[in-house]
């Protein structure tokens, strides 16, 4: 009998976010916590993720990929949810259901991070620009709109479709890129919200390992 395959994911060797845990491959390290896979890590260097060996794993020179077999993937979003779609514990049982914590991923990433990248781009790219202070608040706004409306649709509740799910998961790695902005406190429920997911222990674990590469000390049990 062959013994199952350990997934091989890529991670920044020298992470540009200095270890707070917003790296794209913190989101795959989550996932698989929580469905409890065990996983290697491949550090690439920035040099290295645009050489050859690495393009053939992601076409766009970026990370992470996941390779289990000879199956290679890349996109945080596609790992994620093949992940919850070979494990238990990241979508409901119920077919509507499992169709709806899928939509709320897709509309973590395509909803509502571009407006948030854009502040993150507008921050560190633009700042020098002319039209800087003109267009900032522009960009602030369109992340309010986004927020302010998943707040009410998030009420009171703990998570966007019943329990947790894989749309979570994608949300709250998205949210986590507002913290420093100082944006996300203008929605008690949406932090709250982000504060649930920070504090499951998975997430903790892939944090903590996620963090140990940047420092160099490995995480503490």
Do not use: C
Not at 117 to 138: H, S, V
Not at 193 to 211: H, I, N, S, T, W
């Amino acid at each position: 009998m062959s013994l199952p395959t350990i997934p091989i994911i890529t991670v920044f060797e020298r992470s540009p976010d200095g270890g707070k845990g917003l790296a794209r491959d913190m989101r795959v390290r989550w996932a698989l916590e929580e469905v409890g896979q065990a996983y290697e890590v491949r550090l690439v260097s920035f040099g290295a993720m645009k050489e050859a060996a690495h393009r053939a794993l992601h076409p766009f020179g970026q990370i992470p990929t996941y390779e289990e077999g000879d199956l290679v993937l890349f996109e945080s979003g596609a790992i994620v949810l093949h992940l919850a779609e070979r494990h238990a514990g990241l979508l409901p049982d119920n077919a509507n259901a499992r169709a709806r914590a899928i939509t709320w991923m897709f509309t973590a990433l395509n909803t509502v991070e571009p407006p948030i990248l854009d502040l993150q781009t507008t921050k560190f790219l633009e700042g020098d620009k002319p039209w800087y202070e003109q267009r900032l608040p522009l960009v602030q706004n369109r992340i309010r709109d986004r927020l302010g409306e998943l707040s009410d649709r998030l009420g009171a509740a703990d998570w966007l479709d019943g329990a947790f799910s894989a749309g979570d998961l994608m949300m709250v790695a998205v949210l986590l890129r507002l913290k420093a902005s100082g944006m996300l406190a203008e929605y008690p429920n949406l932090s709250a919200y982000v504060a649930r997911g920070e504090a499951r222990p998975a997430y903790k674990r892939a944090f903590d390992a996620q963090l140990a590469v940047f420092t160099g000390k490995p995480p503490t049990a």
